[in-house]
């Protein structure tokens, strides 16, 4: 896959470009219906099946000091866009002049004289554009003008309810891991770096990776089945998100402890799928009742994956 890094400069082209525009954060099951018909159009085209989204997420860049509990880190994002397809992927650097940009400027100037699109694919709720004034009837509207097609992709639905990254947010943010799952089309993770902690999970017998996240939406506080990925190996895991308030840890962590694993790995990339909670995050009156109590939740990650 090819990364555009900024669109307002790129002088490439690429043959009957088949678009589609959004965030697309965690590429979730709507975003992969889109992307489909993306790529079926390419191939009837003979075209390049290609994306254009925006870095920094709008919601970053108009609320840096609140930033939003996204899905995906960018490498993540442009993984999962390889792996349904994408073959391009365009950069709009989102800034103060992105923000304003007129919506008629946009189908012209960026999609049409630096996209070169000859077919373009969006959601139902495509908006762009100075104060989201942008949708699909102008984009119709001037699609006979500019020479371009456009369709329109209905939203995806799951059990009634429309998917979409909002609603995945709030079921990761509840601890409703299997639901997040549902929508997305595949276990939520999160991607980061392996840090050091205060050491004291090794002390009673269950040594953890501290990890420091390279995204905001972290499941609720509580102990989780996983599965972390090291070195392109996966492991068994019982993830533990919170202040761990029997040893009185203030700091909130990210802790996991690898099943049957004892490499040291500080510094390393790591990423952990969610499967379940198990339970919320407690306070036991002693450690011998937490050590207790984390060997019962080893062997309940041991029993989900056998």
Do not use: W
Request: proline share 6%; glycine share 6%.
């Amino acid at each position: 896959m090819q990364i555009i890094e900024n669109v307002h400069t790129t002088d490439q082209t690429f043959p009957h470009v088949v678009l589609t525009v959004g965030s697309f954060d965690g590429v979730h099951l709507g975003h992969q219906r889109i992307i489909e018909q993306v790529i079926q159009r390419a191939i009837e085209l003979e075209g390049t099946p290609a994306l254009l989204t925006m870095c920094p997420h709008p919601r970053e860049f108009f609320s840096p000091d609140n930033l939003p509990n996204l899905l995906s880190s960018f490498d993540k994002k442009m993984a999962l866009l390889e792996e349904a397809g994408i073959e391009v992927v365009f950069i709009m650097p989102f800034n103060a002049e992105t923000a304003v940009i007129d919506p008629e400027v946009f189908i012209k100037d960026i999609l049409c004289d630096r996209c070169h699109i000859r077919s373009l694919i969006v959601g139902h709720d495509c908006r762009f554009g100075n104060n989201a004034q942008g949708n699909f009837t102008l984009l119709e509207s001037m699609a006979p003008q500019l020479g371009y097609e456009v369709h329109e992709i209905a939203p995806v639905l799951i059990d009634t309810e429309r998917v979409s990254s909002t609603l995945i947010r709030e079921r990761i943010l509840a601890g409703d891991l299997p639901a997040a799952q549902k929508l997305l089309g595949r276990p939520y993770s999160i991607s980061g770096k392996v840090t050091h902690g205060r050491g004291i999970g090794k002390t009673i017998g269950f040594p953890t990776a501290n990890i420091h996240p390279y995204h905001t939406a972290i499941p609720a506080q509580g102990v989780y089945i996983a599965e972390s990925i090291i070195h392109g190996k996966r492991y068994p895991s019982a993830v533990n998100i919170g202040i761990a308030p029997t040893i009185r840890n203030e700091d909130y962590t990210i802790e996991s402890h690898i099943l049957d694993f004892s490499d040291d790995i500080h510094g390393a990339e790591i990423e952990v799928f969610f499967h379940q909670r198990l339970r919320t995050e407690q306070k036991f009156p002693d450690k011998d009742a937490l050590i207790h109590q984390i060997s019962t939740d080893v062997e309940s990650v041991r029993a989900f994956f056998a």
